[in-house]
């Protein structure tokens, strides 16, 4: 299991357009990626979810990947909240 913490930069936060890159970015691995804010976690893979967690600019979201590439999908959501959100 590998897990990070990100504060959201983006000025209207994680709404749908950043939500379906997010989302598209999550597809790319077999891990099973989850995103959790205030107690609420939801699927990377479901737009509706990652949207319903409402993330706003300044709010930190933890992101935990478990599975069989968790190294390789570590890397490339750290490199997506870092370049996009």
Do not use: W
């Amino acid at each position: 299991m590998k897990n990070f913490s990100y504060v959201v930069k983006d000025e209207v936060g994680i709404h749908a357009r950043p939500a379906g890159l997010l989302v598209k970015e999550a597809k790319k691995y077999e891990s099973k990626i989850t995103l959790s804010k205030d107690g609420k976690s939801a699927d990377a893979n479901k737009l509706m979810a990652v949207m319903s967690l409402g993330v706003k600019c300044g709010q930190t979201v933890e992101i935990v990947i478990t599975g069989s590439d968790e190294e390789t999908a570590y890397q490339g959501m750290k490199k997506f909240f870092e370049e996009t959100l």
